[in-house]
């Protein structure tokens, strides 16, 4: 069974960082396109950073020059590092797993609470 464990969030101040992990389990990962995602409060779900299985990568422009995205082949793992972070930051992030071009094969992980905050 298709399996997305997260972990690395938690409490921040402004400022600081974190690393977000994300372990896949039951799926050929090196074919899948990997991203994060985040959704806060009162809020839509929104595309933070994405690396491509040929390791292109895109980040959402709030992101950019502060948090740094990729992937390892051997392990089944995508990172998040998230330097700099902001209050705005605070959210649930997720990770996810698209097949490209079959995108009915597109996976979730349980999210990670990320709280910024002094």
């Known amino acids: 069974q298709v399996q997305l464990v997260e972990s690395g969030g938690g409490l921040v101040q402004p400022g600081g960082s974190l690393r977000l992990s994300c372990a896949a389990f039951d799926i050929i990962f090196s074919i899948y396109n990997m991203g994060w995602y985040r959704q806060a409060p009162g809020k839509q779900r929104e595309l933070v950073a994405e690396i491509t299985s040929g390791s292109n990568t895109n980040y959402a422009d709030y992101v950019k020059g502060r948090f740094t995205i990729s992937r390892d082949n051997a392990k089944n793992t995508v990172s998040l590092q998230m330097n700099g972070l902001k209050p705005e930051d605070t959210a649930v992030y997720y990770c996810?797993?698209?097949?490209?071009?079959?995108?009915?094969?597109?996976?979730w992980g349980q999210g990670t609470q990320v709280t910024v905050s002094s």
């Open positions: 996810n797993a698209r097949h490209v071009p079959y995108s009915i094969y597109n996976h």
